[in-house]
């Protein structure tokens, strides 16, 4: 197992700015339009949320359910993925992306691989399945990124500690990052346990006094949802490593 703290500071390859689900919300949100958007606006670094099909296939979608972001009804990963293929998860958007699928984790990676662009996968089981489902994302990733330099390799992030160990058992060299919406407590010993190289948090958590701790314990320091100038500012001047932003019109990524 990797220890946080034996990761040296140069060893993180990706960019300060990250578009949050593809763009933000100027297109369907984890669909490849939205990656492809988000790309022409400069972003070289995307997030995206992924599970698994009922026959085990990892797809792109945030909620458990189908309802909010595509034509379909029910919980996704109860599904076989010969379903959840005919959806469409764009018209709930707009128009202009009628017919849009639900993309597989596979689809997306091929894009990154082939545009030079980085991801930063989030672990999003379905509720109950979140080893499982660390261990499958971990393992596909592992498999798709295996003839890439390390400095291609995804970050693999999650809120969920099991999802994160099972991330870690199938594939210990890839990079992690635990999510954090509030400082529960032992988060500490759960990152280092869990070999993560970077802390995710939601951006109001961050002030001076946890990004040293952060620092202290050899993680990588990121934050989301950022949409606001102000709280872009107070990031850069707590020298954040990552800024996940919806704004993608907004924001100009660093080159």
Known sequence: MTNAAAQPAHEWPYPRWIAH???GKLAPENTLAALRLGSTYGYRMFECDAKLSA???AFLLHDDTLDRTTNGRGVAGEQPWSALSQIDA???????????PLPTLERIARFCLA???WLNIEIKPTTGS???TGLAVAQLAQHLWADQPDTQTPLLTSFKPEALAGAQEAAPGLRRGLLLDTLWEGWQRAA???GCQALVCNHR?????LRAEARSLGLRALAYTVNEPEDVQRLLDLQLDGIITDKVDRFKPEA
């Open 21 to 23: 689900r593809g763009a």
């Open 55 to 57: 026959d085990g296939v």
């Open 90 to 100: 764009g018209s709930w958007h707009s128009l202009g992306y009628a017919g849009e």
């Open 115 to 117: 545009s030079g662009h």
């Open 130 to 132: 979140e080893r499982a």
């Open 192 to 194: 280092s346990e869990l």
């Open 205 to 209: 958590l961050w002030t001076a006094e």
